[in-house]
Each structure stands twice: as structure tokens, then as C-alpha cells.
DNA sequence: TATTGTTTGTGAAACGATTCACAAACCCAC
DNA sequence: GTGGGTTTGTGAATCGTTTCACAAACAATA
């Protein structure tokens, strides 16, 4: 297979989530357009996007919406479910631990860790915070290959290197900080703060790109 | 000024950030190849992207860490405070109200909003969750700008629109959903469900691009 | 003051992603 | 079965970003 470059599969995320929805009202096909549409983007990107991973439409006609969406579901990797664990319980871990969102595409949280004692213990949702370094046995034992980092930036790094070393291959992380991974690892950062800086950079440098995200 | 593309802007961020830290310990004067070897790009790719605003490096030196500093805070628009509403006070709308980077930045919640009756009347850190219906008033009258948006996907649009209608003109999204503004307008949106699906995807078509993020 | 070594700033080249444009494929109506 | 209308799939063109490569600028040293 081909390259396939970041855009294009958060684009593919965002294709399945209207296909849902177009299930969820009863529409049995769709076209490009009218994904492009809806997903804020053009007609020939969803097609380009597409094509990338086969041939799914029919000309004349558009899109099976079902179908795609299985199709998409499988590129995805969404069809299994991930064992994902929660590396600490603050007020970032909980809501995560609570985001409907992932669990309903098959992000299954089977473990939360954190080093104060004080969350150590606390039951959330039938689930027992672990202590941290209980870390590395649950990873292996349960083959967890997907973490959700939400702890301080200082001790982001020594906890990846730990992950890794556990088996981890994925990471989402939401410290605000760099992380080193070797080769084979895949980080995905959420940053928030930089996130708010776009915004004040272009609410200051008034005038130019429009909206829709 | 030029166009400035957002991968730009988010590295000026990042090398906001990594200077902040540098002036924390005592360094004088870094190169853009250490700046680059720390924010993960390259030193070409930090000269052009400070290259677009000014010239802030002496040759044969590299930038005065303090100077480089507070010029990047003042083209990312730091160096005003940016007074913030924060629409949704569920988990999610928790954990950014606490999230102390925010505020370290200068972006300061000063309301919180929800339509849960619940909800309203409880007190933030001494600050009062509003009722729903009080946010074009309360909006208008402190001239608040940026929204935080942690609603569900559904409430998503009709919050964005008397948003606003109010005078908002930037916004950080966290509902799974694609929003419509006009333009002048800016969205931005943390897809934390799509960023996982990225992950999937990576982890399923084994054995391509590598870490650091 | 001249020389050496370093690092910036920036046009030009290379690369990658998006958009264009159109032939091929298909549905539907008659 | 034929013709008209629609929409896909995709090579080619365009656009934008990143990388390269090097002259210009400066510090330091003698």
C-alpha cells in the first residue's frame, strides 16, 4: 500500500462519522458531493481520499452508505476492539475515562494508573485505579498496545519510555510537552494550549481564513 | 503580512514553549538547530518559519532566548489577557476550567455556562456556573471573544451560532462535530475520538511513519 | 585589523497534497 | 435496447510547504 498522509485519515474518521449519521436517518447512498459538503471539504478530495484504498462507488450513483461505512470501519482498524489503558486519574483522565465518543468506536479503557495514592484505590465506574507502578504487568498481561497519557508534562516522557517498553505502540497525549518514541511507536498529540494560540494568533492578525472545522 | 500557513503558527507555539523553558534554566541564546532538534522539525524549517515575521537571529550567534521570547508571544497575541467563556460544564468542561496551561498563557475563564439546572448555581473555584440562557448577555457585556465549546455534539451548532450572533469570533471546539461559521470567524477543533482513530489506523497498517509528535 | 569559524536569512529546487477536468460506467425512463 | 443524465475514478495541472544550499553577517581571537 501506498503512503497514506495524516489529512487524508483524519478525513476518513470524519467521512465514517457522517456515514453514521446518514444511516442513522435512513439514507441508503450518498455522494461524494455531498460528503464533501457536510465534511467541509470538496467533492473531488473525498473521491482522491477514497481511491486511495479501492474502488467503493458506483458511478451514476454515489456511495452505498452502509457498505462504506463498513469499508472505512475496516481501513480504519475499527472493526476489533482496542484495550486502551488511562495513564493518570486527574481531571483530564476522568473525562476522558467518561467520553462516550471512544467507546462507542471500540477504545475500551481497561485500566487507569496514577501515582497519588490518594486516587490510587478509588473505584470509577467499577473500574480500580491502579498505582502506577502496577504499570508495565497490566500493559503485558492484558497486550495493551494503546495509551492515553494525561499526566503532567514533567513525568510525560518517563512514562511513555516505560509504556513503550511494556508493549505500547500508540499513544495519545494530552501533556503539552515533546515526546521521544522509537521508530514503530506512533504519537498523536492533543495540545490544547497551542490549539488556543491559533485562535489568538488569528483573532490578532484579524481578516483572513474563515471558519468551519 | 503574508499568508502564514496553521502548521506555521503551531510551531511558533512550540517554540514558544521550548523557549519559555530554556529562559527557566538560565540559557542565553539558542540556535535554530537546537530549537529544532527540540521541537522536532528542522533548522531550515525554524529559520523560515521566524524568517516570515522579521529577522531575530544575529549570524554566527543564534537568538537571544529572552528577546525571541517575547517577540513570539507578541506575534501569537500572548501578550494581551484573553478573557475566555466556557460553554458546557460537564466532565470535559471540568477539566479545561482546572487546565493551568491555559491560564499560564493568559487565556482566562471568566464564565461558565450549562443548561443543566443542576448545574447552575454551582461554584467554580468561586466563580458561578451560569444558566444557558445568560451567555449572549454576559458575553456581550465583558466583550468575550473566544469560547471554549464542551457541549454535546448535538447542542454543538445552535451554541456556535448565538455565540456568535453575541460577538464571539474565535472558538475551540470539542464536540465530535463539523460547525458552520460566517466568515471572520475562527474554529478550532480537539477531535479527541478522531485523533485515537488516527492511532488505529497506524497500528493496523503496521510498520510505516514514526514517532514523535 | 585580518582571519577563522559559526549561524542566519533566503532564493531556488524538491516534494507532497489538492484541484481540475474528463472519459468510463452506471441507472432510469421510455 | 437505446439515449439522457448523473457520478465516479484518475491522470495531469496547480498550488503550497518543506528542504537545500550558499552568500552575508557577526563574534572571537590573535
Chains 1, 2 share one sequence.
Not at 499526566?151 to 495519545?172: F, K
Amino acid at each position: 500500500m501506498k503512503k497514506v498522509s495524516e489529512p487524508t485519515i483524519g478525513r476518513l474518521s470524519l467521512y465514517l462519522r457522517l456515514l453514521a449519521e446518514l444511516k442513522e436517518t435512513g439514507v441508503a447512498t450518498v455522494s461524494s458531493e455531498e460528503l464533501a459538503a457536510r465534511s467541509g471539504t470538496t467533492a473531488a478530495q473525498v473521491r482522491k481520499d477514497l481511491s486511495l484504498f479501492g474502488t467503493f462507488g458506483k458511478r451514476g450513483l454515489g456511495y452505498d452508505v452502509e457498505e462504506l461505512e463498513s469499508r472505512l470501519r475496516d481501513i480504519l482498524g475499527l472493526e476489533e476492539e482496542w484495550p486502551v489503558a488511562l495513564v493518570g486519574a486527574g481531571r483530564i483522565g476522568a473525562a476522558l475515562f467518561g467520553y462516550e465518543t471512544f467507546r462507542r468506536q471500540g477504545f475500551h479503557i481497561e485500566a487507569v494508573f496514577d501515582k497519588d495514592p490518594a486516587k490510587v484505590g478509588q473505584s470509577w465506574n467499577g473500574l480500580e485505579v491502579q498505582p502506577d507502578d502496577a504499570m508495565e504487568e497490566v500493559v503485558r498481561d492484558r497486550g495493551i498496545e494503546i495509551a492515553v497519557l494525561a499526566v503532567p508534562a514533567g513525568s510525560a516522557q518517563a512514562v511513555v519510555d516505560r509504556l513503550v517498553e511494556a508493549g505500547v505502540r500508540g499513544i495519545l497525549n494530552f501533556a503539552p510537552t515533546q515526546l521521544d518514541v522509537p521508530s514503530g511507536v506512533v504519537v498523536r498529540s492533543v495540545d490544547m494550549a497551542l490549539e488556543m494560540e491559533g485562535l489568538s494568533y488569528a483573532l490578532t492578525h484579524e481578516g483572513r481564513s474563515t471558519g468551519a472545522a
